[in-house]
């Protein structure tokens, strides 16, 4: 029975600027092939549209998303044309904050031991996630410059973190530890809390206490603690320790980059930004890479397993997981872009992955 167009999912696509416009189709071609039940509506944000009329962000555009649509695909911002960026702040930043998207999901998974920098590492060691709180901490743009082009100036960033903010993260990344079993079907047991106490004594310390409190509702799950520094050193010594980390908006964003070079580059990582019960955005971690641009030689395998994590949370749950197969048998075949070992452009690897899901 086909769905009707009323039962559909609505879908809007901002591809956005550079390889966005690359890797985006790709991902809408691997969802069309799967069947799923869904409408796609593109949108022109991005730099082209900016610099044609000054537009980042139509008025009501964030209402109108929440308002229209069911889930978000992204691409990428970023554009040499526009050096201030502001358009990829209002847009991307605006989407995260304006429409509350707390939480940022990013999977560290490894398809392949081959795509791994590590030696002996197998798929099954690499398989956390890191769950990063999206829409405090530095990035609210809070501070100023002081005496600005002189000797004595002075540069102020503050750190917003907030006890409702800090909470609702933390009981994320606890359910999500709950809800969420691994890639082999085993459960998740337990949830790591990174930050900088030792040195970010205020912003620690709430952390640290709501941490406390909320892990002792979910007795079931390990608590763990870790600061950011240790980390990461222990990120690239012995993946296999993590489980579900928890952390703040820019160590979030430090440590998932770092847990994509475990993947095989930024070309392969995906996330989330949700908040329960609304409509959340799906996108690719890495940016709009200038260099690669235009050039058909982005991976869109972050893309694809994106709008895999997009299916899944529209309870699309056998058509995420069809994409996920096809494309981690791709990469065992090897039929990929360059920066993960295959031979092929974003197009080629993009219809290997579309063949997969057409003969499946
Ligand atoms: N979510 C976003 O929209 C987002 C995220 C990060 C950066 N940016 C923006 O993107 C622009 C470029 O930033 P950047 O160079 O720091 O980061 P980037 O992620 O765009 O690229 C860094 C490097 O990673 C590699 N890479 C990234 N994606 C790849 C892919 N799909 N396939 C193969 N290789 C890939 C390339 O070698 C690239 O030079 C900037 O304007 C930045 O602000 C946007």
């Not at 060691?125 to 082009?149: A, C, H, L, M, P």
Request: proline share 5%; charged share 25%; aromatic share 6%.
């Amino acid at each position: 029975m086909s769905a009707t167009a009323s039962t559909k999912k609505k879908i809007a696509v901002i591809a956005g600027d550079g390889i966005g416009k690359e890797v985006i189709p790709q991902a809408v071609r691997a969802i069309e092939a799967t069947g799923a039940p869904v409408k796609f509506t593109h949108f022109d944000w991005g730099a082209d549209r900016y610099l044609a009329d000054g537009t980042t962000v139509p008025p009501d555009g964030f209402a109108m998303l929440a308002r229209d649509f069911d889930a978000i695909l992204i691409g990428a911002f970023g554009d040499p044309r526009v050096p201030s960026n502001i358009h990829a702040k209002e847009i991307l930043l605006g989407m995260r904050f304006k429409m509350d998207l707390y939480a940022n999901v990013r999977p560290v998974r490894l398809l392949d031991s081959s795509l791994c920098s590590l030696k002996g590492i197998e798929p099954k060691d690499v398989d956390f996630v890191v769950i990063r709180e999206n829409t405090e901490g530095v990035y609210v743009d809070s501070g100023g410059i002081f005496k600005q082009g002189t000797a004595d100036e002075i540069a102020v960033q503050e750190d917003i973190n907030t006890r409702k903010g800090v909470e609702r993260i933390i009981r994320f990344a606890f359910e999500y530890c709950r809800d969420t079993p691994k890639a082999d079907g085993s459960a998740r047991g337990s949830v790591l809390l990174c930050d900088k106490s030792n040195a970010m004594t205020y912003a620690g310390s709430l952390w640290q206490r709501v941490f406390k409190e909320v892990a002792s509702q979910y007795p079931q799950m390990k608590a763990e603690h870790m600061y950011v520094d240790a980390l990461c050193t222990q990120m690239v010594r012995d993946p296999r320790m993590f489980d579900v980390i928890v952390t703040n908006n820019m160590f979030g964003d430090i440590v998932s980059d770092l847990g994509a070079g475990l993947q095989g580059g930024l070309g392969m990582a995906a996330s989330a930004n949700i908040h329960p019960g609304k409509t959340s955005m799906f996108e690719p971690v890495h940016g709009s890479a200038p260099p690669l641009a235009g050039k058909n030689a982005a991976n869109p395998i972050g893309a694809v397993l994106s709008a895999a994590m997009m299916l899944s949370h529209l309870g699309l749950i056998e058509e995420s997981s069809r994409i996920e197969i096809a494309v981690a048998d791709a990469v065992r075949a090897r039929q990929t872009t360059q920066d993960v070992g295959g031979p092929l452009g974003t197009t080629e690897a993009g219809n290997g992955i579309v063949r997969r899901l057409e003969k499946a």
